[in-house]
């Protein structure tokens, strides 16, 4: 099985481009992935494209051809879609392809475009992942959702919105050195405290924001990048995946996530590699919570003890473990689709040395990206190591 | 019994208005009614309609077993930024509350919608009731006195 490598990376800026089309905003960033790769178009060989709510937010379906014309490429074109974990499921699709020996340069990514529709439309949008018999229409919300599962966490675990305003604020001082993020400005924890409710317990800094985006990565094999003089030093060793029922009511635990624990025991096996090993990871923190989620999912912690991460230290740029590097989602922004491409391209950037916090992961040779759909119904985990 | 919706036939709508979700709209009439059912396997899987097999272990010999009267509040949030449809509604209370073999989603009334006025743990029953943004239906959770 040949491996497959990262050899360029693209992405908009992230936040709001109201009157930008998704189609710019995708050839946007696969140009910049292709640029940064070295490779030409005509080499791509297939387009894996992730997207969720185009339909409502630009009336446009069948967007993977679209997207194949504006990044002038032709070539077989598909979109995928997972909710949130759209992109996600379209890289690791694009690297089992590769591996499979099916294709030595696939283009993935994905794009997402929100701010040009009002609030509540929004969140209605984003309200279609979840299960619209049983938790749509009973008025459960994206935030809801997620809510349900803060307060779940702190009736079984304990942990405070103090706790969770130290995510926020950590997160906030990430993004700040990163061109591409949506807000590059300081959140301290009293802020976080004192705004806003949105669904209690969650205010409104522990929600990531609604974003305009697109993320792009150009997979390609190991012998393609020799043989072509590509410079590809970071490879996806490791894929993994896990689906779970798709109301939260229906799981086996409301404050944890099961899907993630799969995708990561998955990747992990499929990379060769234990949490312990792990240097750096970008994690799905839409909210708060969702970071407390994917740090336990990740094996980083036990369960109940990853609330206290940020708070302590152990996640922040100076700690053991630097969790969301980039911003995350919650400061970066979140353009659903094309997140899931976009923790790869900031952790490829971060691994190669060439992202602004790359000096806070130095010596880093293992990173994990952890890319969640609905309230962690889809679950995809990826990992990344240095290769050269 | 077997369930119904199990049937390619039925129509939850009578065929008079625009097609509804079969099984899902008898049951929640049922749940209106008084009469609200979880689909229960052989081992005791509880799901909810409509459903063809036990998405725990794949068993088609799924029976409609009532809902105890009394549910246990599991989880709830107060949401205050709701979407269109629960515009007027807002705050709610939202809430997931285990209910024998299934946990039902639905919104807490007769509570003030604030966190210190729920607690995990708290005896609810389970209904119907309309929505106040447009008056379409609604799983209602409502206290009930614990058991002393």
């Known amino acids: 099985m040949t491996e497959a490598r990262v050899a360029g990376v693209g992405l908009t800026h992230f936040g709001s481009h109201p009157d930008r089309t998704g189609r710019d905003l995708f050839a946007t960033a696969a140009l910049r992935a292709l640029d940064d790769a070295g490779v030409p178009r005509g080499d791509v060989e297939e387009l894996n494209y992730g997207n969720f709510m185009g339909a409502l937010a630009e009336h446009q379906g069948h967007q993977a051809p679209l997207m194949a014309e504006a990044a002038g490429l032709d070539c077989p074109a598909t979109r995928y879609e997972e909710a949130c974990a759209s992109a996600g499921v379209a890289v690791r699709e694009a690297v089992r392809t590769v591996r499979a020996g099916d294709a030595d340069v696939v283009l993935a990514g994905g794009m997402e475009r929100m701010t040009n529709l009002p609030t509540d439309e929004v969140t209605e949008a984003l309200a279609i992942a979840a299960d619209d018999l049983f938790e749509v229409r009973a008025g459960v919300t994206f935030p809801g959702a997620y809510a349900l599962m803060a307060s779940a966490y702190f009736d079984a675990y304990g942990g405070s919105r103090r706790d969770l305003a130290h995510v926020a604020s950590k997160n906030h001082e990430n993004a700040l050195p990163n061109e591409y993020a949506q807000y590059r400005r300081e959140v301290s924890v009293e802020d976080a405290l004192s705004a806003p409710p949105v669904a209690e317990p969650l205010h409104l800094y522990d929600a990531c924001p609604i974003t305009d985006g697109a993320s792009a990565l150009v997979i390609v094999s190991e012998e393609y990048a020799e043989t072509h003089d590509v410079d590809a030093p970071v490879a996806v060793t490791g894929t993994g995946q896990g689906t779970d029922r798709m109301a939260l009511a229906d799981r086996d635990h409301l404050a944890r996530t099961p899907a993630a624990d799969d995708a990561a025991a998955a990747a992990y096996a499929d990379a060769g590699v234990e949490a312990a090993d792990v240097d750096v990871a970008e994690v799905h923190d839409c909210f708060t919570i969702a970071e407390v989620l994917a740090v336990e999912s990740l094996g980083f912690f036990a369960p109940g003890e990853g609330i206290r991460a940020a708070r302590d230290g152990v996640t922040t740029a100076d700690g053991d473990l630097p969790v969301n590097l980039s911003g995350g989602l919650k400061a970066k922004g979140h353009p659903v689709g094309a997140t899931g491409g976009s923790q790869i391209a900031e952790l490829t950037r971060l691994l190669r040395g060439d992202h602004p916090n790359s000096e806070h992961v130095a010596d880093a040779e293992v990173g994990v990206a952890h890319n969640a759909g609905g309230t962690v119904a889809s679950a995809v985990v990826h990992v990344l190591e240095v290769a050269e | ?148």
């Open chain 2, 1 to 148: 019994m077997t369930d119904r919706s199990a049937g390619d036939e039925v129509r939850a709508d009578g065929g008079e208005s625009r097609p509804g979700n079969a099984g899902h709209d008898e049951w929640l009439d049922a749940l209106a009614d008084g009469d609200g059912y979880a689909l229960v396997c052989p081992d005791g899987h509880g799901s909810l309609p409509p459903r063809r097999v036990c998405p725990d272990c794949g068993s088609t010999a799924l029976s409609r077993e009532p809902l105890p009267e009394t549910g246990t509040v599991e989880t709830f949030s107060v949401v205050h930024v709701p979407s269109p449809e629960f515009a007027d509604d807002a705050p709610y209370v939202s809430a997931i509350a285990e209910f024998g073999p299934v946990r039902l989603t639905g919104v807490l009334r007769g509570v003030e919608p604030e966190l210190d006025a729920v607690a995990v743990g708290r005896s609810v029953g389970a209904g119907v009731e309309e929505r106040a943004t447009d008056g379409k239906p609604l799983v209602v959770f409502r206290p009930v006195a614990d058991d002393a």
